[in-house]
């Protein structure tokens, strides 16, 4: 699904991502590790293809196509969408509106949405405007419900949102990625087995995501350098007994 | 050095000075009709693009000016009076206590030429505890090359009632230049309602002076919205309003886009006098080439009293805008607040709103048209429509 190669990615003149490797095959989802400042959200940014964020060698694949030089609404119509940690308020915009437009020329049911992200009650209220950590984080996921994506980018999605919105959280991403017991609960068997899981990849410095959700890898970003890949739980028991900087001596 | 500062200060200057040489201030008169529909059409659509529409549905009221004489004035309801300035005071003898009240004929030279050649104007009043239901229009209009056109318009909303004006003021498709002088004063009686909504779209070479004055008594209430999205040559107006009782509202809204060429210093003054008073003032300014002063004035004199003072500002391109926000507290006890930017469309929003599938030119129209929509009360459907035909107008100066 996401392939990235050898990709190395300058901001403002200084090299923050260096020689990157990254494979997301369809389906899984992987957890990005790393302390703040390692260039995780450089990554989620050069991803999503946004201005100031320069690729200066290397390449990203998605869906077998080369997207490293592609405008970012056409990376978006192609199947990726990302769910950031601060984003813009825009005056005058209603969420409902927006929910609208993400969902393009798919027909969609906005207070349907709305339900399952628990955000009726903002859908006319202006964009991102005052709201609340968990609220942004909701709005973030309601867009991404109705944009439906076939890889998810989320930067650090339980950042600022209290314990009982994490389950709640949680239970969205499921929903986004066709995932979780939850999600088989509600479909037949059969139907579930067929319906293929999106594909995610999850930006976390705390890894508190991961009672919620299902990892299938993780990595850990230190330094603009990518240090270590296997499962997502062992980094995160790694990370806690012995930290960051002792983990990207192990794989040194 | 020295000269580029005298430059940079031309944009802030208070614009009192005298107007243009050259205009007449004589037109020939138009004979008054009765009936709407014997109008050129062609007139009739430049109205329509100002929210007047001649047909009269959903009005409850219609006064229509061109240049010197009153052209139309009727109403369909029992519980409000419309009709040009110089007939209502041969009505009433008491309005001549309402003029010159609010605005002083010595305040500059241009309500002075009100005074001394005037042009009529209208006189629209709500009936004591009577809600109007639906809105009365008036037009103002220009059609002869050169006039200068001074009206003075009085409107009392009495005790305990409502009514929603909405002024359209055009030109002729045709005009290059004249002078619009307009002298307003507004009374809205105790726990009364007065909605006012006033759409210009003047040529471009017009030069254009309200002068307002409104007087709110306990109670009562005042919502102002102004649009002005078409070129004008240069518009200057500050109105002013008295909260002169106990929990009087003032709201003023304003749209205002300028063109290359177009100078707009807008704003408004609230004067907060009693305890409960409480005032808002937003406006949404768009430069696309043009110079917009965008000011706010609110002068906190009670205890208890309450205002927030709102200004953004876009350049898309290139232009001069510029936000004054002031507010005097005179009192202890008072609540006032403001908030102003200025500065070009946000690239983390259009690059947000591309993330979600929209390519650049709909992403930079999506966040203009949210940008403008301030929530007005009571706009004309029509107004949404225009608004956003000038949004996609003024695309290609975006981007």
Same mark, same amino acid.
């Given at each position: 699904m996401l392939k990235i190669e050898d990709l190395v990615v300058e901001v403002e003149g200084h090299t923050i991502l260096n020689r990157i490797n990254l494979e997301i095959p369809e389906g899984e989802t992987h957890i990005l590790f790393g302390p703040n400042g390692s260039g995780k959200s450089t990554l989620m940014m050069t991803i999503m293809g946004f201005s100031g964020y320069r690729v200066t060698s290397g390449h990203i694949w998605f869906k077998g196509e080369d997207?490293?030089?592609? !405008?970012i609404h056409e990376r978006a119509r192609l199947g990726i969408g990302v769910a950031f940690q601060r984003p813009p308020a825009i005056n005058g915009l209603k969420t409902r509106d927006v929910v609208s437009l993400c969902a393009g020329q798919k027909s969609t049911n906005v207070e349907e949405l709305a339900q399952k992200a628990n955000f009726v009650d903002f859908l =006319?209220? =202006? @964009? /991102? @405007? /005052?709201? +609340?950590g968990g609220e942004m984080k909701r709005s973030e996921m309601l867009q991404l419900l109705a944009q439906s994506p076939d890889l998810v980018l989320l930067d $650090? !999605? $339980? +950042?600022?949102?209290?314990l009982e919105n994490v389950v709640l959280l949680g239970e969205i991403i499921n929903e986004l990625l066709g995932r979780g017991v939850r999600q088989r609960e509600k479909e037949s068997a059969i139907a579930h087995r067929s319906k293929k899981s999106k594909s995610a990849l999850v930006i976390t410095h705390t890894g508190h995501i991961l009672n919620y959700i299902t990892a299938d890898k993780g990595h850990v970003l230190y330094n603009g350098v990518l240090c270590c890949a296997r499962n997502a739980r062992e980094i995160l028991q790694w990370i806690r007994e012995y930290g960051y900087e002792e983990c990207f001596r192990c794989a040194s | 050095m020295r000269e580029l500062d005298v430059k940079n200060k031309a944009a802030t200057r208070q614009d009192n000075n005298s107007p243009k040489p050259g205009y007449k201030d004589q037109a020939d008169p138009h004979a008054y009709l009765e009936q709407l529909d014997r109008v050129d059409p062609e007139e009739a659509r430049q109205w329509l693009n100002v *929210?007047?529409?001649?047909? *009269?549905?959903?009005?409850s009221g219609t006064f229509i000016q061109k240049d010197c004489s009153v052209l139309h004035s009727g109403c369909g309801s029992g519980d409000v009076e419309i009709m040009g300035i110089s007939q209502a005071l041969q009505t009433h003898d008491w309005l001549k206590d309402y003029m010159w009240r609010l605005v002083s004929p010595e305040k500059d030279e241009y309500t002075r030429m009100t005074r001394d050649i005037p042009h009529e104007g209208y006189f629209i009043r709500s009936l004591? *505890?009577?809600?109007?239901?639906e809105p009365v229009q008036s037009c103002l209009y220009i059609s002869e090359e050169g006039l200068s056109q001074h009206v003075h318009n009085v409107v009392i909303a009495e005790e305990n009632s409502s009514i929603h004006i909405i002024t359209g003021c055009a030109t002729a498709e045709h005009l290059r230049s004249g002078l619009h002088v307009g002298v307003s004063e507004f009374y809205v009686k105790k726990n009364a309602t007065l909605h006012f909504t006033m759409i210009h779209r003047w040529g471009e070479q017009i030069e254009v002076r309200p002068r307002t004055g409104i007087h709110v008594e306990e109670g009562g209430t005042v919502v102002s919205n102004y649009v002005s999205l078409r070129p004008v040559g240069s518009l200057q107006m500050n109105p002013v309003t008295y909260l002169a009782g106990k929990d009087a509202v003032a709201r003023f809204n304003s749209i205002l886009v300028a063109p290359p060429g177009c100078e707009l210093d807008t704003g408004s003054t609230v004067i907060l006098e009693h305890p409960g008073a409480r005032a808002e003032i937003i406006s949404r300014a768009i430069t696309t080439g043009g110079t917009i002063i965008a000011r706010g004035e609110m002068d906190a004199r009670a205890e208890g009293v309450k205002g927030h003072l709102e200004c953004k500002g876009l350049i898309l391109k290139e232009g001069i805008m510029h936000a004054i926000p002031e507010l005097v507290g005179r009192v202890p006890g008072v609540d006032m607040s403001h908030e102003a930017a200025v500065g070009k469309i946000d690239q983390r929003e259009i690059e947000y709103l591309m993330a979600r599938g929209l390519d650049e030119e709909t992403a930079v129209s999506t966040i203009v048209r949210g940008f403008l929509n301030v929530d007005i009360e009571g706009l004309p459907p029509g107004l949404a429509e225009e608004i956003d035909q000038v949004v996609s107008e003024t695309q290609h100066d975006a981007l």
């Open positions: 997207i490293t030089r592609m !405008p =006319d209220r =202006d @964009l /991102n @405007l /005052n709201f +609340s $650090e !999605p $339980e +950042s600022g949102v209290d | *929210g007047v529409d001649i047909t *009269g549905q959903n009005r004591p *505890g009577a809600q109007v239901a």
